[in-house]
């Protein structure tokens, strides 16, 4: 309960512009109305904020304030965690695909990293990349696994289907700027196991030259290229 409670707080400070104002428009009916509206009234229809009220394992209720001329109005809307963008939404924001079953099922044993991992996706469809990383961070403060620990595949047919699927199963690239000569180290991009995220670590200075620690800063279920960690980095 107390996990659920600090996650809502959580997200409701620190994510509405930049998650849950673009999950309103991706992933509800009030994206396309929105778009709909607008062309015929000159933008004075607006979401103007959201607020998550509930989490559960399958969904997020989320109530938007509409503005809509003079007039503003409250709508919940209920968004699931598996979830694809709405009609009317998919050029926009394009779905990614969904996260394999035989994963959920595993991190189902720790409950902040199902929601996590769900979660993740549905930032990196509305292009929230800061917010990734974020997330990795907060389900180690509730609990959660963490990205640190190494994880083997179980069963002996499950290894060979993963074998013969030919992905990367474990990775560890350190990032530079462009043109230098290893140094310094920007970061680092690392998988940690066949059945882990792709997650990007950025190298922070310690003042008073107390050294450097690396902090996530984005994840996603594919492997992340240049151009999406350079932004991420820069922002």
Same mark, same amino acid.
């Given at each position: *309960?107390?996990?659920?409670?600090? @996650?809502?707080?959580?997200? +409701?400070?620190?994510? /509405?512009?930049?998650?849950?104002?673009?999950?309103?428009?991706?992933?509800?009916?009030? !994206?396309?109305?929105?778009? =709909?509206? +607008?062309?015929? *009234? %000159? %933008?004075?229809?607006?979401?103007?904020?959201?607020?998550?009220? @509930?989490?559960?394992?399958? +969904?997020?209720?989320?109530?938007a304030t509409i503005r809509e001329g003079r007039k503003t109005t409250n709508e919940s809307v209920t968004i699931a965690l598996?979830?694809?963008?709405?009609?009317? *939404?998919?050029?926009t924001f394009p779905t990614l695909p969904r996260i394999d079953p035989f994963i959920l099922n595993r991190e189902s044993m720790v409950p902040i990293d199902n929601f996590c991992r769900r979660f993740?996706?549905? @930032?990196?469809?509305? /292009?929230?990349?800061?917010?990734? #990383? /974020? *997330?990795? =961070?907060?389900?180690? $403060?509730?609990? !959660?696994k !963490?990205?640190?620990?190494? =994880?083997?595949?179980?069963?002996?047919? $499950?290894?060979l289907d993963f074998v013969n699927s030919f992905e990367t199963i474990y990775q560890f690239q350190n990032m530079y700027r462009s043109g230098t000569s290893y140094f310094p180290i920007l970061g680092s991009v690392v998988k940690l196991g066949p059945l882990e995220?792709?997650?990007?670590?950025?190298?922070?200075?310690?003042?008073?030259? !107390? #050294?450097?620690v690396y902090l996530p800063v984005f994840a996603s279920e594919t492997q992340p290229d240049g151009e999406v960690l350079m932004a991420t980095f820069s922002s």
């Open positions: *309960m107390m996990q659920l409670e600090f @996650c809502m707080a959580y997200l +409701n400070e620190h994510h /509405k512009s930049d998650v849950l104002l673009p999950f309103i428009r991706a992933f509800s009916e009030l !994206g396309p109305k929105s778009v =709909q509206k +607008n062309m015929w *009234m %000159g %933008g004075s229809y607006s979401i103007e904020d959201a607020e998550i009220t @509930c989490i559960t394992s399958d +969904n997020i209720r989320i109530v598996d979830g694809d963008p709405v009609l009317g *939404m998919t050029k993740i996706r549905l @930032c990196n469809i509305v /292009k929230a990349y800061d917010a990734t #990383g /974020k *997330m990795i =961070q907060l389900g180690v $403060q509730l609990g !959660g !963490g990205v640190g620990k190494l =994880q083997s595949v179980r069963g002996r047919q $499950q290894r995220p792709w997650v990007a670590h950025q190298r922070r200075d310690l003042v008073n030259d !107390g #050294g450097e």
